[in-house]
């Protein structure tokens, strides 16, 4: 049977990919500015992430006026940490702020620039499209990293990754090892323990915790506010003073810190400091007991590095999500095939070649997420502008001459 071919879709404007709070702020920050866009989402909602893969009792880590997207802030009620429902209340609040209306259920299979006709293709379940622009939206958090563990076939009891988990109320009371130290890893561990389940933490590498708060101010912003009068060094250095006195020496409960403060590690790698929300409380009382990296699963547990055997009903995976831009955006020269961000660093990171950008892949959140759609709009609504200028001129030389 001969397959027809389908029709490419011409978009007189930018096509985003992802319907995230990326692609929803760069798509309102172009409808101020009178560009038109498309919006092509892979899941049937907005905001997939936030609504079908995060637990239940996830909060924004920093304060609401750094995570407010572009033209749009808080209402006045949220809390200081607003919650995950509450951030998917404003984001659809936002979308139906500026009109914004997704095309769902549109997994972007390839999309690569025809140098010949000089617009972008983009090939979507078994639609096509064709564009000037191409807006990458879909985030640093777009597939969850499973590792490779030798044996994990073999475990017999429950093993998820944290974006299938919801909350504790079904270990209760059964042995749960948590696999992942960041933020997502340090919840976790605090609502299963808050839920009566006996939690072991796997703790492989030195990492920075920092107190949410520090003298009742959020210690981000705090940290931005020091950072405009002094270097990092010494923003590092009274970061780890205090946390030393709200926290305690966290070596002691077997979480040893790095060489390099947080700030300078986040500038140079990306890695971002734990902002404890009362883990560290449940680790000192040994309600969560911090365990070394993992050498193998057995039928009924784990063996640890160390050689201990411990057996487990649950383990679940705190360890991430990693881009997915490098397998359908077939450009080599804007992100990188190795860890599936732009090549360039931020603040230089959104714009590439030929009409492709990119938007909240800067390793600094909504915030970073918000600075880039600004850019972004404005670099298109330029081009676009000048299109108009010239269609408007072309127009009248051809009336003219008639």
């Given at each position: 049977m001969i397959r027809k071919e389908v029709s490419p879709v011409w978009v007189p404007g930018p096509l985003i990919i992802g319907a995230g709070p990326s692609g929803l702020a760069v798509s309102a920050c172009l409808k101020k500015r009178g560009v038109p866009s498309l919006i092509l989402e892979k899941d049937d909602c907005l905001a997939s992430l936030w609504k079908l893969k995060t637990y239940d009792r996830l909060r924004l880590h920093l304060p609401k006026m750094f995570c407010e997207l572009p033209y749009m802030n808080f209402p006045s009620d949220f809390p200081a940490y607003p919650t995950k429902q509450q951030f998917i209340s404003y984001l659809e609040d936002y979308a139906k702020r500026f009109s914004i209306e997704p095309m769902f259920g549109q997994e972007v299979r390839w999309a690569k620039y025809d140098r010949s006709l000089g617009l972008w293709e983009v090939k979507a379940n078994e639609s096509k499209f064709l564009c000037r622009w191409v807006i990458v939206a879909t985030g640093e958090n777009a597939e969850p990293v499973v590792p490779e563990i030798a044996s994990m076939s073999n475990f017999g009891g429950r093993l998820?990754?944290?974006?299938?988990?919801?909350?504790?109320?079904?270990?209760?009371?059964?042995?749960?090892?948590?696999?992942?130290?960041?933020?997502?890893?340090?919840?976790?561990?605090?609502?299963?323990?808050?839920?009566?389940?006996?939690?072991?933490?796997?703790?492989?590498?030195?990492?920075?915790?920092?107190?949410?708060?520090?003298?009742?101010?959020?210690?981000?912003?705090?940290?931005?506010?020091?950072?405009?009068?002094?270097?990092?060094?010494?923003?590092?250095?009274?970061?780890?003073?205090?946390?030393?006195?709200?926290?305690?020496?966290?070596?002691?409960?077997?979480?040893?810190?790095?060489?390099?403060?947080?700030?300078?590690?986040?500038?140079?790698?990306?890695?971002?400091?734990?902002?404890?929300?009362?883990?560290?409380?449940?680790?000192?009382?040994?309600?969560?007991?911090?365990?070394?990296?993992?050498r193998r699963f057995t039928a009924k547990g784990v063996e640890f590095v160390n050689g201990e055997v411990h057996d487990f009903d649950s383990v679940i995976l705190a360890t991430g999500y990693r881009t997915n831009v490098a397998s359908w955006l077939k450009d080599g020269n804007f992100f990188s095939q190795k860890d599936g961000y732009p090549k360039n660093p931020f603040p230089n990171n959104w714009k590439g070649e030929d009409g492709v950008y990119s938007v909240g892949f800067t390793r600094r959140g909504l915030f970073g997420a918000s600075f880039d759609a600004q850019r972004v709009a404005e670099d298109i609504a330029r081009q676009w502008k000048s299109q108009t200028k010239h269609l408007h001129l072309d127009l009248i030389g051809y009336k003219s001459g008639r």
């Open positions: 998820m990754h944290t974006s299938v988990y919801k909350n504790g109320a079904d270990f209760r009371g059964s042995k749960v090892l948590v696999v992942g130290s960041g933020n997502s890893g340090m919840e976790v561990s605090l609502d299963l323990c808050n839920s009566g389940a006996q939690v072991s933490l796997v703790v492989r590498d030195k990492l920075h915790i920092l107190p949410r708060e520090i003298f009742g101010i959020s210690t981000f912003a705090l940290s931005m506010r020091l950072l405009k009068w002094f270097p990092v060094c010494l923003v590092d250095r009274f970061l780890l003073l205090c946390s030393r006195m709200i926290l305690g020496d966290t070596g002691k409960i077997g979480i040893k810190r790095p060489e390099f403060g947080p700030f300078h590690l986040k500038n140079t790698t990306g890695k971002t400091p734990v902002l404890d929300v009362g883990a560290v409380a449940k680790i000192r009382s040994r309600e969560v007991k911090v365990v070394c990296g993992i």
